[in-house]
């Protein structure tokens, strides 16, 4: 072979040699050809009823260079529907199935409220679909076909009379608009999936989910629907913080539409509430080696500081410190000679005496302070008495021994009762009496 047919035969190496060259220094573009490529949409006919028969069509695209891809259909009057809109994309190749489903949020007013349709299933007919790519500098394609949609399924999963009773909720178990709240609705069809939240104000990604309560329907069925929230303090768990809330209720389809609805429930002076005997003692007056000897007929003296250790304010009530007992009079005989609002009620806190043959659990019960240690409120148009977070209350009284205790009776010693919750603080400051002569 002569020197000049050898040179001739090495040129395209050298040339492709070159073209390598520029690419690995990022002077050269190897993506040649149109920008939009290999676009199908089939079927070209589909009833999105979510039946298993024809549901969806896939749709495929490649890109060669970067681009923002859009997807819509447009019916005969012209209205467009995006099913993607300006997604930045790298080059490859796409696919994703297209379910007759559109994502444009919108509100409506119905029979049942005020709704937000997140997601819905085109109406019947004749669609032209569009796949449309743009470069950065402008350059734009696209591709487009005729799509037909049947037989599908349109009809919202309405959530009608979504009701938040009260809308103002007080977690802190005082017994005042603290018992749970109820979240109701009418579900107009059968689900898929369906949530009840609520959305922090001052984080709005963090939801707190709230469970269904046992109903006559299932959770997914069309029917009658409701929720109790108690804001976890049943739980002993901390409530959301103080503040106003967005109640959120979702419900999804199985063929994709999707709705919710809003309401608000605002939070106040929630917290688990947190109270104690300071250093669990009792002054048990004349109390000498954890025994009191009292003569019959006479009293049987206490006193005792409470602490509020929580962060939310406890209700309290009467009888008040420095009150005396007869040894057969409780709290109850009391309440009624004229004082109801002795009575026990829920979510009250009180300091009591008790001892081991009573037929009454702490009989002797008294406000966890005086009314100058309290703070008074008007709720609902009735006097209430709180002793705040962070505050002492003093606590004192007596029972006259009229009569002597049952036999049997060895101890006695004093109890925080938070009445229809619980007994927070027992058997404080055990000590024994003895009754004796006069």
């Given at each position: 072979?002569?020197?000049?047919?050898?040179?001739?035969?090495?040129?395209?190496?050298?040339?492709?040699?070159?073209?390598l060259?520029?690419?690995?220094?990022?002077?050269?573009?190897?993506s040649?050809?149109?920008?939009?490529?290999d676009?199908?949409v089939?079927?070209?006919?589909?009833?999105?009823?979510?039946?298993?028969?024809?549901?969806?069509t896939?749709?495929?695209?490649?890109?060669?260079r970067s681009?923002?891809v859009?997807?819509?259909?447009?019916?005969?009057?012209?209205?467009?529907?995006?099913?993607?809109?300006?997604r930045?994309?790298?080059?490859?190749?796409?696919?994703?199935?297209w379910?007759?489903?559109?994502?444009?949020?919108r509100?409506?007013?119905?029979?049942?409220?005020?709704?937000?349709?997140?997601?819905?299933?085109?109406?019947?007919?004749?669609?032209?679909w569009?796949?449309?790519?743009?470069?950065?500098?402008?350059?734009?394609?696209?591709?487009?076909g005729?799509?037909?949609?049947?037989?599908?399924?349109?009809?919202?999963?309405?959530?009608?009379?979504?009701?938040?009773?009260?809308?103002?909720?007080?977690p802190?178990?005082?017994?005042?608009?603290?018992?749970?709240?109820?979240?109701s609705?009418?579900?107009?069809?059968?689900?898929?999936?369906?949530q009840?939240?609520?959305?922090?104000?001052?984080?709005?990604?963090?939801?707190?989910?709230?469970?269904?309560?046992?109903?006559?329907?299932?959770?997914?069925?069309?029917?009658?629907?409701?929720?109790?929230?108690?804001?976890?303090?049943?739980?002993?768990?901390?409530?959301?913080?103080?503040?106003?809330?967005?109640?959120?209720?979702?419900?999804?389809?199985k063929?994709?539409?999707?709705?919710?609805?809003?309401s608000?429930?605002?939070?106040?002076?929630?917290?688990?509430?947190?109270a104690d005997?300071?250093?669990?003692?009792?002054?048990?007056?004349?109390?000498?080696?954890?025994?009191?000897?009292?003569?019959?007929?006479?009293?049987?003296?206490?006193?005792?500081?409470?602490?509020?250790e929580?962060?939310v304010p406890?209700?309290?009530?009467?009888?008040?410190?420095?009150?005396?007992?007869?040894?057969?009079?409780?709290?109850?005989?009391?309440?009624?000679?004229?004082?109801?609002?002795w009575?026990?009620?829920?979510?009250?806190?009180?300091?009591?005496?008790?001892?081991?043959t009573?037929?009454?659990?702490?009989?002797?019960?008294?406000?966890?302070?005086?009314?100058?240690?309290?703070?008074?409120?008007?709720?609902?148009?009735?006097?209430?008495?709180?002793?705040?977070?962070?505050?002492?209350?003093r606590?004192?009284?007596?029972?006259?021994?009229?009569?002597?205790?049952?036999?049997?009776?060895?101890?006695?010693?004093?109890?925080?009762?938070?009445?229809?919750?619980?007994?927070?603080?027992?058997?404080?400051?055990?000590?024994?009496?003895?009754?004796?002569?006069?």
């Amino acid at each position: 072979m002569c020197r000049h047919s050898l040179y001739a035969s090495l040129r395209p190496l050298r040339l492709l040699f070159f073209v390598l060259l520029l690419a690995g220094c990022g002077r050269l573009d190897l993506s040649f050809g149109p920008l939009l490529r290999d676009v199908t949409v089939a079927p070209d006919a589909i009833s999105p009823n979510a039946d298993g028969d024809t549901d969806a069509t896939a749709i495929h695209y490649s890109l060669s260079r970067s681009a923002d891809v859009s997807i819509y259909f447009e019916n005969a009057a012209g209205e467009r529907f995006y099913f993607r809109q300006e997604r930045r994309r790298s080059p490859g190749d796409y696919d994703v199935l297209w379910g007759g489903v559109v994502d444009e949020p919108r509100i409506i007013e119905t029979a049942g409220g005020r709704e937000e349709i997140l997601s819905q299933v085109l109406a019947d007919g004749v669609y032209r679909w569009v796949i449309e790519a743009v470069e950065d500098n402008g350059n734009r394609q696209e591709a487009s076909g005729q799509i037909t949609l049947e037989g599908g399924d349109t009809q919202l999963p309405e959530l009608h009379n979504f009701a938040v009773v009260p809308q103002v909720f007080r977690p802190n178990q005082d017994g005042l608009r603290d018992d749970w709240v109820s979240i109701s609705y009418y579900l107009t069809k059968d689900v898929d999936a369906v949530q009840v939240y609520l959305i922090d104000p001052a984080n709005p990604g963090f939801k707190y989910h709230i469970a269904e309560g046992p109903n006559v329907v299932e959770p997914e069925k069309q029917g009658y629907h409701e929720y109790r929230y108690e804001g976890g303090v049943d739980l002993n768990a901390e409530p959301p913080p103080d503040g106003t809330y967005q109640i959120v209720g979702e419900a999804r389809d199985k063929a994709g539409n999707r709705v919710r609805v809003v309401s608000e429930l605002t939070i106040e002076e929630g917290g688990k509430p947190r109270a104690d005997v300071a250093q669990g003692e009792i002054d048990w007056s004349g109390e000498m080696n954890r025994v009191v000897s009292v003569p019959l007929g006479e009293k049987l003296c206490f006193e005792a500081v409470v602490v509020n250790e929580g962060t939310v304010p406890i209700r309290t009530t009467g009888p008040w410190p420095g009150q005396e007992y007869r040894f057969s009079e409780n709290y109850n005989t009391l309440a009624a000679d004229g004082h109801k609002e002795w009575f026990q009620q829920a979510g009250v806190w009180r300091f009591g005496i008790n001892f081991d043959t009573t037929g009454i659990d702490f009989p002797y019960r008294f406000a966890v302070g005086s009314k100058d240690e309290l703070e008074r409120r008007v709720i609902d148009g009735v006097e209430q008495w709180y002793l705040l977070p962070g505050k002492a209350g003093r606590v004192s009284g007596c029972i006259v021994m009229d009569e002597r205790p049952p036999v049997g009776t060895n101890f006695w010693w004093g109890g925080l009762i938070h009445e229809f919750v619980g007994v927070a603080n027992n058997y404080i400051d055990r000590i024994s009496v003895d009754v004796g002569m006069p």
